[in-house]
């Protein structure tokens, strides 16, 4: 692809180029080393190139909180695992604080008398802001740096433990590695009762403490185990109407993987550049599987040889598997040879898998399975003209899109219907712009695609970018919004827009010390709490709008 | 109506049998739909209309009154885009009604007069307002369904309002290229011909009615212009010019651009504004009728 | 630009905003449009990048965005200025306006053409009326205008506004002028009443001029002009085309009536005609020698009796006398109570009647007596001669009169010497020597009695007297006299008596049809005679539709009252003759081609211009 010309050149860069915290010293290592449960990881497991200290040092960094700080909160992605160093904290048990102490926006949905009133009282005045009043969450600014945000608060602890139930967490509690490792939301919020000092380490640190200490690793992953990989198996449908027992059995026999760049979205272009040649490759055509692939989270992309280069047959996401056919052929018929995989499995991005071992399956599934049914010969068949708007999808990472926002530009008459009904229904500004990647007559346009994996959610400070617990749109809190613009330099696919407010006389707020633009992070809210849906979709007149997701797109 | 031909379609094994139903699309199924509805309504406005003047009774107020309904109704498919904010229907379906009423309206405005061309001044205007609105409503529906593709297929995507920012920037570079090659090379010819005709193109789209009726004109053009200048052009400057042509190859798809959204959007300064004189007046004769009819 | 990679990224890319209403100047000029946009007043928004601020001195760029690398100037102004550009409407800016423009401009046309047209020159009203009227109409209506049939034009706002919601009765203003001679409310202005199921709908009982004219079709509007499913709105029996459905002709077509006058076209032609006796005075043609061709009309009216008739039947008609008074028989003698010059002993003699006759019906009936009963009618009978020979004729008028005569009429031209003479013979009880005066005709007397004769066809006092005696009915002694068998009763040989269809049934009075019927009463048969006269067969002529019925014999309906009891001595003509020429693509054939709808439709204004109200 590229030249090998010769040029500028510099080192390789290294692992901890950036650390966690550069703060971190070598005496707070020191002082970590003696806390129990660190102390008793034995340093020689570790390798040479990854020593103990050199995780601590810069994987992970130590947190001091106040009264009513929110470590984190439930329904939130997280990156990071926590061990309590010194000090108590809440657990709020379900069901959880309500969304406005935690920062979230009220999706209740609008009356309809509310919902029309928008159409008097949306102005065409870029951006105007009439609610200044303050966000029930406090910001927490950072002490040294005063005008960083590191988090929200609490305002009335005492209020919160009279209201609700809540556990306490003291020293040497571990929690968060669900959430760091595996991708899932943060299961119940967890705020500091009084002051705590607390362990933050984030996932690539948990990761080779899981991986080479024996007992970090029973622990996260029997608590693993107990929780999400029982719940991932029994959503498995070829796991249905087996007894507990049997599940029991297969789940102390799953395997873990990982595979590929966790934080693939920084490297999205030059993955993207690079091709499907320099994929992480998970398995080969050809070779023998020697268990089930489920795919727990990420994407994984499934691709046959095609002359010198290789053919998408699908991507896989979360609740996939792969492998089925092969293992099942080779149970069915066992003198025959050819049992080999028929396809790669590459990782876009990052995958996260569960193995299944093949006796495990022949014991207690394959029996009352009725045989799978064949994927590839059915991409072998077809021109490749047919595939090609997927694999430009694969391509383009929208396989990550949930409503990926697709414009059939040959319907298209270029009218902003669209644009102008979004607008109606965000005080009139839009929240989307009508242009985009295109493929044939499609145009993927530059909106909210409400990910899958929501990269845009990590590094924003005070969670005002969320999803909502409903489980499905990727939301914006306007008011707790501070304007950092994280969130829009994250997002791969430049769908979050950056905007300055203004007043009602449509004059623009600046800051009252520094006077620089106020901003705020704007997107497409899927309509949160409007009637009826995403408006763009009920205004296109020629049905050329959908909100799609690239699996079950039938172009 | 897909004008893309695509290839055989394969005998393709696992495939379930779609009925040609559902191989349409939601637009082309609801204008069915809307098609079978207006025509049974019309029938049945026959017949009925049939009865009353086998009854001695006039016809005119009955076709009159659905008349002036129809034409309200289609003249809130503007009101229902402004207001997505509330569920009323997919646009997409209002617009099919809009379309198939409209013409369904024609018909409807004859059985209402009787002729085609009426005695009367205002309601000549009338009658003359109320073709000019359907003659251009029909125009506007052909122009968005040619034109739509026409854009898709012309290879690039632009906003209409980035347009003039696009070909400045465009004209700068173009710009920039002559005088780099002036620099590089020491010689004016590049330079010159782009002043005396290339910079013409450049200035604002160009080309517009050819564009719009599908003619080549500004790849003729080009080529025209390219062939005249490319002799006298040495190595160097031709691969100025190479660049310069690339740009003009692009500024070429704005141009086609522009023609067709700008006519996508000022067809409807014809059939809007008629259409409001339109309403006024009927409601005029409305009044008129209820006043002085015998 | 287009061509960048990085073009859709947000800080390259901002919202597009639709609703805005102005776009950048330099953008409309095509020149290079400043990246912030018109501002929300619609002003320049690119005259600076940002608002430098002071920070304790220094001043610092503010752009949104970031800040530029120049920074700016040290007075505190932006660094990047440009001057202003005049902002434009966007395309929907656009729109909007236009949109206004054009309901105002139809405002104001319609307000400045839409009223007026009041008449008397009055030229305004193009945006109100709905086309010219009819070039008829127009000329009747130039001096009220509009205000001639829509009674709400130039009046007050708050008249035109409770006009839209009253139903306005159409009939009133067409009624100002045309006139029926039924209601103009009624189907066929006729005064029989439209069955309730007449085409199912209540709607058609009352009709209303609107329902079938219309008005404001231009100069040349046809508003006469109808189709034939508008007749078949009411009328049960619908079909396609004369051709095709109309119902056959009744039975006697077209002879609906009997004649007035019984005129046997059979028997004269087949018999009396070519009777060699009458030779000289048959007449040449077949119909054309009584019917007046030149005349032809809905009928064909024939000619005077004295041209057509009189020739033959005049002779008759002399000689139908008509005896008005007899002498009847006398027990007593009726003089005796006056002067004689007898003696007494002559007087005292037996009284011996000159006359053994009774009275006549006439005497009898004016006298209130039976006529055949001496003993009833003597003292009234005798008190009657005494009188005749006092004051002669002038007995006769109190009788006359009591009875509901017309003595003038009916003893017209009696000398009053005539009952002086008589009755001085039958006063000496003899009888009366006569003078013949037969040849002149007039009051004459016999021996006993006192006649008339006729002078002649038409004689006034003869018809005088039957349309007495016809007044009194049937039953009345009084009916001797329309014996047709003899005296004036000859007449009724011709003329019909019939009972009107308008007399109660109890009413006995009966009426003598003195004259011809006349077709062209009938207000809704359309059918002239004259254009068809062209398309006769050749020697058929008439005999065309009128055929001969050989052998026809109408006097049976002459002997009853009822005219409607047809009777024709010609064969009915049916509908297939017509339709050998009204039908199937030839000649017209629509219902208006041979109905009338309207009821003898009259002006009922002068002609001339209609005063302003």
Redesign the interface.
Known sequence: MSATAAGPTIARPQRWDSPFDSEMTDAMVEGLLEVKEIAGIQTDKFPARIPLEGILKNDTRIINYESGDIIVRQGDYGNSAFLVLDGDLRVVVSPGLPSDIMGRIDETQRTFFNSLSQLWTNR???EVRNDFSKAKTGLRHSEDKADTVRGVFLQDVPAVLDQHQTVVLSEGALFGELAALGRVPRTASIFAEGKATLLEIRWQGLRELRNYDEGWRRIINQRYRETALRTHLNETSMFHGLSDEVMSKISDQCLFETYGSFEWHTSFKQARNRGIEQEPIIAREREYPDGLLLIRAGFARESIKHGNSRRTVTYLGAGDHYGLEELYSAWKNPEDAGAALQSSLTSLGYVDAIRVPAPVLEEFVFPNMDPPESRIEKVRSRPIDQDSLLEWAVEERFINARQAMVIDMDKCVRC?DC??AC?STHG????F?????THDHWMVA?ACMHCVDPVCMIGCPTGAIHRSLSGGKVIINDKTCIGCGTC?NSCPY?N?????IADSS?T?I?DET????I?KATKCDLCTGQLGGPACVRACPNDALKRVSFNEFDA | MNLMPSPPERESEHLPAVSWWDKLSQRSRDMILFVLLAASAIFGLLLLTDAY??????TDTLTGYILFGLIIFLGALNSRKKMSMIPLGRASLWLSAHVVFGIAAIGLFWLHIGTIW??????Q?LTAIFYLVAISGVIGFLLYRIGARQLTQSG?E??Y??I???????RE?SEKIVLKCTEETGSDTLAKHYEDTLSWFF???RFYWQNIFGLQSSAHWMRFHAASVVRYLDEKETAHFDELMTLIS?KRK?DHHYAAQDLM??W??IH???S??LL??AS?HW??V????? | ???DQD?????N?????????F??G???K????CAHGP??DGSCGGVTEC?P?N?NGRW?C?K?GGSCGDGPLPTGECSQRQLACQPAR??RG??MR??F???A???AI?AA??FGGGGGGDEGG???????ISGIHQNFTADAG?ES??K??NKSAGS?IA???TK?G?SE?CTDCHGFAGSPTAAHNASFTVGSSA???P??LK?Q????HTE???VD?KITKMTD??C???HKVKFDSFTNGHPAFSANFPSRQRAKIAFNHTSHFEKHFVDPRNKANAPDERCVSCHKVSKAAQGVPVKSYKQMCSSCHDDAIKESSMVFFRLPEFTNDPFAGGKTTLSMAEAKKEFESASTEPLTPIIAHLLKVEADDPEGYSEAAGQLLRDMKETGAEAFVPLLEEAGGNPVSMLHGMPAELTKALTSAWAANKEYEPIDSEATGGWFATELTIGYKPSGHGDQVVKAWLDFAAKHGAESPLAELMDPSEGPGTCIKCHAVSKGAKQAKDDKALQIEWGAVDRSKSPFFAYNHEPHLNFLKVGAYCETCHKVDPGADISKAFKQFDPMIASSSFKPIKKETCAECHGRGAVAQNCLECHKYHNEPVINKSMGPVASK
Not at chain 1, 433 to 437: P, T
Not at chain 1, 514 to 517: L, R, S, V
Not at chain 2, 290 to 294: D, R, S
Not at chain 3, 30 to 33: I, N, S, T
Request: contains cysteine; glycine residues 6%.
């Open positions: 065409w005045f870029p902003d644009v102008r607008a009139g500004n839009p929240r712009r009508r242009h985009g990647k530059n829009a430049n979050i827009s950056m905007v300055n449509g623009k600046v520094t006077h620089k633009p901003m | 003047e086998k009854n001695l009774e006039r009426p005695v009367g001044l205002y309601e205007v690039v632009v906003i309002e980035r003039p920012r696009e070909l400045y920037e465009i570079q200035r604002k789209p692009v704005i959007k000022k409807l300064l809007l504004p008629l409001i004189a006024v007046l005029w009044f008129l209820e006043v002085y009819a015998i | 630009m287009i061509l073009k859709f990224k947000q800080e890319s901002a919202y597009e905003r639709p609703n805005f209403p776009r950048c330099r953008a409309l095509w020149g290079k449009p501002n929300n608002r601020f920070d610092l503010r949104t966007t395309i656009i729109r236009m949109a423009t054009f309901m401009v139809m405002v319609i053409f839409g193009v945006f109100l009326s709905p086309g010219p509009c049939c829509h709400p034009h035109v006009a839209a919601f306005s159409p203003s085409a199912g709908s709607h058609l009709t001029c609107s329902m079938c404001h079709m231009g509007g499913e508008q078949h709105a009411c």
